[in-house]
């Protein structure tokens, strides 16, 4: 069979036109990498490492990084390029650029599981997830995953829906589930877990008390520093003061 010439003329433009394009992404991180590690500091540096962000890293205050963000704007494919980095700066930066609405569930739970400094998991969580249209299936996935991050994301989303659609949640299964497992999680997962605990005895007076007593029978973050002014996340504390700022 003889090629279709005009078959042919679209793959070459085709092919030509992501060579291109590649060349552009490529040039294009290069150049956004080089503005970030000039943006770079060492007490910053020192604060990611002692968070856990490790060595691939230059330590870029947040607040440049939304600057250099505004500049960028969205550019999905450059922010792709700057995740797969593995550059903690870089995916901050990535995840301000990424239209969640362009990664597949798939994507996401890659993205997600991928991660090592909480940080970023957090700003991911926050930026990508939450807006991602396949979330409530993500969750009902990640609750029961064994990689520390995936659970962070699934009891950061179940958190969010205790507050703003609990509808069709169990919340006493939940409560079960915190006093038996949220002990011995990882700490990547139970700061979430956490939240679950908190934002039940917050919202729902019927299991306050509970929540309350399970906060206090866990102890988890009882002893944790905060700076004045700031409420304690040991849950009880927690619980106690958003209920009385309500009024």
Not at 132 to 145: G, I, Q, T
Not at 152 to 168: D, F, Q, Y
Request: proline share 4%.
């Amino acid at each position: 069979m003889r090629p279709n010439p005009k078959q042919a003329g679209r793959a070459s433009h085709g092919w030509a036109t992501r060579r291109r394009h590649s060349r552009i992404t490529s040039t294009t991180l290069k150049k956004t990498l080089a503005q970030l590690e000039a943006l770079g500091n060492e007490k910053m540096r020192a604060q990611n490492t002692k968070h856990g962000a490790g060595d691939k890293q230059y330590g870029v205050r947040l607040g440049d990084i939304r600057k250099l963000a505004k500049e960028i704007k969205a550019n999905h494919e450059l922010g792709m390029a700057l995740w797969e980095t593995e550059n903690v700066d870089a995916r901050f930066l990535a995840i301000l650029s990424i239209n969640p609405k362009d990664l597949s569930a798939s994507e996401v739970n890659r993205m997600v599981r991928s991660v090592t400094f909480t940080r970023v998991a957090d700003w991911l969580n926050a930026y990508i997830v939450k807006k991602h249209p396949d979330k409530e299936a993500l969750r009902n996935k990640w609750m029961s995953a064994k990689a520390p991050m995936a659970a962070r994301a699934g009891w950061n989303l179940t958190a969010e829906r205790i507050v703003k659609s609990p509808e069709g949640l169990d919340l006493p299964a939940f409560l079960d589930r915190l006093e038996s497992k949220m002990g011995t999680a990882a700490a990547e997962a139970q700061w979430t877990m956490n939240f679950c605990l908190a934002e039940i005895g917050i919202h729902f007076p019927k299991l306050r008390k509970r929540a309350l007593a399970s906060g206090e029978t866990l102890g988890i973050y009882r002893d944790y520093p905060v700076s004045k002014g700031c409420a304690s996340p040991f849950a009880p504390i927690w619980i106690n003061e958003m209920v009385k700022r309500q009024g």
